[in-house]
């Protein structure tokens, strides 16, 4: 079946940082979709990219679908970018259908 | 305001019994799912409707059953619950089911099946 693999699993960040999250899938994608979720579980969309690279603020998404790869920088990270980040991947079929990785959990300190 | 409502927040059940679960979408979408989220796991999708239409059902056992009295909203309800459906049920939507449709999620209902 489809699986969406994240790396690195866990991240610590000294304020003011960048970083790089990883996401990784098993089958073709027509995109994927990022997403911020935080410590009491509610879940932000970040971006959705089905290829190339997508900006908002100080985030930026690169798809390479062919490739089967993706990737998250955020830049000059905020105690308040602590969380989970999720990256899913839309299908090659109809119906929308989300696959999600497990994450990379953020934790960026003072 | 929130533009996806999931009610309630926290829901505690006992083995064995029904529940369900309400979710409503002021985006104006036409597209709404349901996802599930049990510990250690990542988001499993359960099922999408269209216009009020079941477009995709990943989820093996019929005791979810999802209910869409109105475009938008999807309700889900669950029978003869068990302790292995404890979870976290959030619902999304996005403009339809085509491929490259956005989906936005609500806050989700955490259930707890004892």
């Known amino acids: 079946g489809q699986q969406v693999q994240q790396s690195p699993a866990s991240l610590v960040l000294q304020e003011g940082e960048n970083a790089e999250l990883q996401c990784n899938f098993s089958?073709?994608?027509?995109?994927l979709q990022w997403f911020y979720q935080r410590p009491g579980g509610s879940l932000v969309s970040l971006l959705s990219n089905p290829s190339g690279t997508k900006h908002t603020g100080r985030l930026t998404s690169t798809t390479v679908t062919k490739e089967r790869r993706g990737s998250l920088h955020i830049s000059s990270s905020q105690i308040t970018d602590s969380g989970t980040y999720l990256c899913a991947m839309g299908p090659n079929s109809a119906g929308n259908k989300l696959t999600f990785g497990i994450g990379t959990r953020v934790l960026v300190r003072p | 305001d929130p533009k996806i409502i999931q009610k309630p927040k926290y829901l505690v059940a006992v083995t064995g019994s029904e529940k369900i679960l309400i979710c409503e979408q002021y985006?104006?979408?036409?597209?709404m799912y349901w996802y599930r989220q049990s510990a250690k796991k990542p988001l499993e999708f359960m099922f999408s409707y269209s216009y009020q239409k079941l477009m995709d059902n990943q989820t093996a056992s019929s005791r979810f059953q999802p209910q869409s009295s109105k475009k938008n909203h999807l309700d889900l309800q669950i029978t003869a619950l068990k302790p292995d459906d404890s979870a976290t049920y959030f619902c999304?939507?996005?403009?339809?089911?085509?491929?490259?449709?956005?989906?936005?999620f609500g806050p989700g209902t955490r259930l707890t099946v004892l």
């Open positions: 999304a939507s996005s403009l339809g089911t085509f491929n490259y449709a956005e989906q936005f």
């Open positions: 089958s073709t994608a027509t995109r």
């Open positions: 985006l104006g979408h036409n597209a």
